[in-house]
């Protein structure tokens, strides 16, 4: 597996529900080790979101609803606890993180199917495993489409810095922000990528910057702190992120980082392009204010080994915010896989969900 290239890495070998259990490939072990751990329980699956062996928001949602079917597949016979097994199921992965919308899109939409076929528990279980290899399937195809709306944007011999990890790893397949990279990549080999460490979990060193030399594209690692410097120098044109959420508004949360390379690119007149399925869309939210920020356990910052010591004294206080909210007049277009959207986002977005054939 490591010696693919991750644009022709099958998205079941990122992640699959094959028999009666979920196999996923482990993002924390990346980039020294391709390892694939497989569960038989769906609080192996919850385990795992929560660790961050699959992340990503449309990752979320389809280790969600594969989650789901799994508990189905492992449910009693008896119909009420099936019921009670599989509630659970559906309460306990829907809240496994709380900022990324995908996981209880997808989770929702998974419950939605349990009331018709609750009698029948293997039959349950089969729509239900159908059901979330298609969510897999959907998300694949809406990437594919987001980077071929989104190369558009991208002139040639662009210099383009993306944050965190947005390509297939994230996606099950192809990528968001890697998918327009990708693209514009296929048709225009002098583009260059800029790829941003992404502290404190190193994402973007970790996953991105693997992804891209798996498929051979040229890319330059830096600190998360050179951005404002290499834009400045004019080592940067473009900036593409992926999004966890997108307001109403067209407000963006996505990996903490997005919002200062956001200001950053405003001021130097560099565009801010997000990529995002529509499933990555709360119209529910007016704004980004709304959405919840997940606060992550301290020694994700202090636990970091720095020259063989302690990056940080014993007991230090620490804040720990995953994600951070970017405003929609940075944001200079939000493509779907329905198109190119422009402000303003309340509109263009609305009509994005519509056209998706999303109530």
Request: with cysteine.
């Amino acid at each position: 597996m490591t010696d693919a290239r991750s644009d022709g890495l099958a998205p079941s070998d990122i992640i699959s529900l094959v028999s009666r259990e979920v196999r996923m490939l482990d993002q924390r072990r990346l980039p020294t080790e391709a390892v694939t751990i497989a569960f038989t329980d769906w609080r192996g699956v919850v385990d795992a979101i929560k660790t961050l062996a699959i992340r990503g928001a449309p990752a979320l949602g389809i280790a969600g609803a594969m989650g789901v079917a799994l508990a189905a597949l492992h449910a009693p016979d008896d119909p009420d606890r099936a019921r009670a097994e599989l509630d659970d199921a559906c309460r306990t992965l829907r809240a496994a993180r709380p900022t990324a919308v995908n996981l209880p899109w997808a989770v929702d939409r998974m419950r939605a199917l349990i009331d018709a076929h609750i009698g029948d528990i293997p039959s349950l279980a089969a729509v239900l495993s159908e059901h979330a290899r298609q969510i897999h399937d959907d998300e694949v195809e809406r990437c594919r489409r987001i980077g071929a709306h989104g190369k558009a944007l991208i002139h040639r011999g662009a210099k383009v810095l993306t944050h965190c990890n947005a390509g297939a790893l994230a996606t099950g397949g192809y990528g968001t922000a890697l998918g327009v990279i990708r693209a514009a990549f296929e048709t225009d080999p002098t583009l260059r990528v800029v790829v941003d460490e992404t502290r404190p979990l190193l994402q973007g060193a970790r996953l991105t910057a693997w992804e891209l030399a798996q498929d051979g594209i040229p890319y330059t690692l830096i600190a998360d702190n050179m951005a404002g410097a290499m834009m400045a120098a004019g080592r940067v044109t473009h900036v593409v992120v992926g999004a966890d959420r997108i307001a109403a508004n067209g407000d963006v949360v996505n990996k903490i980082g997005t919002y200062g390379v956001a200001v950053l690119a405003r001021e130097h007149g560099i565009p801010v392009i997000v990529a995002a399925p529509t499933s990555t869309l709360d119209l529910s939210l007016p704004t980004a204010a709304e959405i919840p920020i997940e606060e992550r356990m301290p020694d994700e910052i202090t636990g970091i080994d720095l020259f063989g010591m302690a990056a940080a004294p014993a007991g230090a206080s620490v804040a720990n915010p995953a994600f951070d909210r970017t405003p929609q007049h940075l944001v200079a277009a939000i493509v779907t896989e329905q198109g190119v959207h422009r402000p303003p986002y309340d509109h263009s977005l609305r009509e994005a969900w519509q056209a998706a054939g999303f109530s």
